[in-house]
Structures are given as structure tokens and as C-alpha cells.
């Protein structure tokens, strides 16, 4: 049997030392580049990161959806003024949602802190949803966004200079607009803000992206103490389980769930749900009786009527829910300055920390 040696070439071994060590050092290399390429070829390229995809929009437009700016950290043990929950005072926006029939299920309105339930033309209904950036809907989206009232600038004087989305208003109301203390983020101001669905018909296909509408118009107000106070319930009250709130052409009724801890809500005797987030509800309801009138300034819905005004300031009645009991007690705002204290035997009615749904109705003759 022939040796290892015995098979070496013979010019193999003519070479000198230095010679061979170079030559095998390169045969090694070149194995070693092959077993890697190899390996290459077997598993593929190197994987590579992809960022995440931003929702995207039902409908023919998709705005660019930047992120909100960040708030200042709240401090430790900080509540908020809206809702008495911990947390720190984001920046307000607020956002004037449709309660038509064809604008039912909305989009967002279970994240509001605030809901305000305002009679329009017709004696029907819509809803001035008021937001901290730090609880906006996860699906950043609010709607159907509809045109703004004169009933709205009152409430959100409360506010301070908040964001304010909505779609259109009456001609003559404009310049009101133009001048109040607000910052008017509409479509005729940034119209890459909303978008339009393609499941209903316009004008109950207009939203807003509340994140957009936060990062284009960066100069809102922080939440601010508008007259809410938060705590144990007080004694007295009446075990209630359902309550209604009544508009010519609307109707809230709201019923307790204990399971739940909420009062969930029912418009014009239906359940009132939503696309993000089941049936609507709060564990306060305020059942604010107004002096409902008609424009101040004269505004008109169609030729010789007056469009509707729910007066927020002055005093009234009110009724409290929370806790599966009703307070009969009463409310005050001197001034379109100050906020709205709400009373029961003479003292501050406190809420139960959460959301605050407010129905303004209209007081009996």
C-alpha cells in the first residue's frame, strides 16, 4: 500500500518550505470562503427591518398622519382636571361629531373625556366631543365630523384655546369663528387632516385624524380645570337605574350597569355603539337643564328660522348620575370666563373619575 508520501507529487516536493506554507494557506482560505458562500446560498439574504405600516384610511384620500407631539411628563400623583384619573393635562382638542340616524355608528367617541350633547335644527342632536391628547381613540380616527354651532364657542371658552375640528358652518357664522379664542382646525384650514370613508354617503362620511389635526396646529391649550370635581359619592340621592334626557327630536336614555360601572347609553331607544369600541357609556352623566333659546345673532337654519342655542352660562337645574343614584342639584357660571360648578345640597357635586358625558337639555317653559 502506497504511503501519502508515496502520492506527492514530485514537483511538490521540488518547492521550498516558504513556498508550500503559501500555497496551503491559500487552499485554506479559498475552503473557508467556499463554506461560507455556501451557507449564504442555503438561507438566503440577510433579513432586513421594516418599519411598520401607519393605519390606513377607508376612503380615496390618506392624509400623512405624523405623530402627536409629545406632553410633558405629568407629575407623580398628577389628576387630570377632565376626568379625575391619573394623568398628566395633554393638549384639548375638540371635535364636533354627528348624531344623525345615517351618521350612527360613530367613530371615536368612546375616548372622549368630555361629551357634550347639544339640540341643533330639526330638535336633533350633535355632540362636541372634547379629547386630551394623551387619550386619543387607538384607532385615530373621529367621526362623522360635521359643521360647527353657535352653541359650541360658550363650552370650549371654558377650555381655553383648544383645537377645534370641524367641518363648515353657516356663511354668517364664519367671522365668529375667525374671531373667537379657538384654533380653528377645519378642512378650509388643512384639509389633509380628513379623510372620507366609502361605506356611507357624504355629508356622514367625514373624519378627522386627531393625531394630524395635533401635530398641523401645535398651539392648543393644555387641559385646564373647568369647574369638574372628582370623589366619593355623597350621601342621598335615589337609586336610578335608567334616566332619559329628552331634545324635541332626540332622546338619551341611559341605564347602569353595575357590571360595568358605567351608565350605558341608548339614542332614540337603541343602543348607542360605535366602531371601535361596543356601546357608548360613562360612569357620570350630567342631565344639564338650559334655557333653550335661539340665536343670539340671529343665525338661520333655512329662510325664517332661527337656529337653536343652548346657553351655557347663568345657572339651572341639573341631575347628577353615578353609581346607580341620581342628585338632584343645580348649576352655575357667572361668566363666559369662569367654568361650571356643579352643586348638591349646596355643595360641590363630585363625579366619579372617568369620562363626563353632559346632556344639554332644554329646561320645560
Known amino acids: 500500500m502506497r504511503t501519502l508520501l508515496d502520492r506527492v507529487p514530485a514537483w511538490w516536493s521540488s518547492w521550498s518550505l516558504p513556498r508550500r506554507i503559501a500555497v496551503v494557506a491559500v487552499l485554506c482560505a479559498a475552503a473557508v470562503l467556499g463554506a461560507v458562500l455556501a451557507v449564504t446560498a442555503t438561507r438566503g439574504p440577510a433579513p432586513v427591518a421594516v418599519p411598520p405600516l401607519a393605519p390606513t384610511p377607508t376612503g380615496p384620500s390618506t392624509p400623512t398622519n405624523p405623530s402627536t407631539p409629545a406632553a410633558p411628563s405629568a407629575p407623580t400623583g398628577a389628576l387630570s382636571p377632565l376626568t379625575g384619573l391619573p394623568g398628566g393635562a395633554g393638549?384639548?382638542?375638540?371635535?364636533?361629531?354627528?348624531?344623525?340616524?345615517?351618521?350612527?355608528?360613530?367613530?371615536?367617541?368612546?375616548?372622549?373625556?368630555?361629551?357634550?350633547?347639544?339640540?341643533?335644527?330639526?330638535?336633533?342632536?350633535?355632540?362636541?366631543?372634547?379629547?386630551?391628547s394623551d387619550h386619543l381613540p387607538p384607532g385615530d380616527r373621529i367621526g362623522p365630523v360635521r359643521s360647527a354651532r353657535e352653541s359650541d364657542l360658550p363650552i370650549l371658552q371654558q377650555y381655553g384655546r383648544v383645537d377645534f375640528a370641524y367641518s363648515g358652518a353657516l356663511t354668517r357664522f364664519l367671522p365668529v369663528l375667525a374671531a373667537a379664542d379657538v384654533v380653528n382646525a377645519s378642512p378650509e384650514q388643512d384639509a389633509s387632516a380628513f379623510l372620507r370613508g366609502s361605506d356611507r354617503a357624504a355629508p356622514y362620511n367625514e373624519y378627522v385624524v386627531p393625531s394630524a389635526v395635533l401635530a398641523r396646529f401645535p398651539d392648543s391649550a393644555p387641559a385646564q380645570d373647568v369647574g369638574f370635581r372628582f370623589g366619593d359619592a355623597p350621601p342621598g340621592g335615589v337609586a336610578t337605574a335608567t334616566a332619559t334626557a329628552r331634545m324635541p327630536s332626540a332622546s338619551f336614555t341611559f341605564t347602569w350597569s353595575a357590571a360595568e360601572g358605567r351608565y350605558l347609553v341608548a339614542f332614540d331607544g337603541k343602543p348607542a355603539l360605535s366602531t371601535d369600541g361596543g356601546q357608548l357609556g360613562a360612569p357620570t352623566v350630567v342631565i344639564q337643564e338650559v334655557a333653550e333659546t335661539t340665536s343670539p345673532r340671529g343665525f338661520m337654519d333655512s329662510p325664517g328660522v332661527l337656529s337653536p342655542y343652548a346657553p351655557t352660562e347663568g345657572s339651572g337645574a341639573a341631575t347628577v348620575l353615578r353609581d346607580g343614584r341620581a342628585y338632584q342639584g343645580s348649576w352655575s357660571r357667572p361668566d363666559a370666563a369662569a367654568g361650571t360648578s356643579f352643586t348638591f345640597g349646596g355643595q360641590p357635586m363630585p363625579f366619579h373619575p372617568g369620562p363626563v358625558w353632559i346632556v344639554l337639555e332644554p329646561a320645560a317653559p
Open 91 to 132: 393638549r384639548i382638542l375638540a371635535v364636533k361629531v354627528d348624531n344623525a340616524l345615517p351618521a350612527r355608528p360613530q367613530t371615536g367617541l368612546g375616548s372622549a373625556d368630555v361629551v357634550y350633547a347639544i339640540e341643533v335644527e330639526g330638535g336633533l342632536s350633535r355632540f362636541l366631543a372634547v379629547y386630551d
